[in-house]
């Protein structure tokens, strides 16, 4: 947490190109939300792919403060936070996820609807079975 020094690295999704009209540069869309908003001198990356790896300074700000140690929260589980688990474990990174402060949405494949509840199971089960330690915020903060 920021009241121990850990440094906080905030990551914002842009389609430069209007891929997804939802994540339009300049629009309050893609705004961090004002409860996580940056404080001074946190970095803010910006990203174009759900992995906020690919194409970004992220691993070189990473590395240039020695952190070894990823803790990662966000929105959608089943994507952006998703991607990112999977990129940071395969660039040789502890990761941490924090379950109760990820979200994702109702989803639909071939007819069958998954609610959001499901898919963010499935996915922390997922990432917790292969690329990272998922547990909730209040276990990250008494650790």
Known sequence: SRA?????????H???????????PGTPNVDIQPAVAPQDGEAVIVKNYPN??????????LDERSIEEVVIVGAMSHMCVDAGVRAAADLGYSVTVLHD???????????????????HAAMMAALKFG?????STQAY???
């Open 4 to 12: 121990k020094g850990v440094p906080v690295i905030h990551v914002r």
């Open 131 to 135: 690329y990272a330690n998922v547990i």
């Open 141 to 143: 903060l008494t650790a």
């Open 101 to 119: 402060a990820c979200a994702t949405l109702d989803l639909e494949f071939e007819g069958v609807q998954v609610p959001a509840a499901q898919v």
């Open 14 to 24: 842009e389609f430069a190109h209007g891929e997804m009209p939802v994540f339009v």
């Open 52 to 61: 906020s790896f690919r194409e970004t300074e992220l691993q070189q700000l």
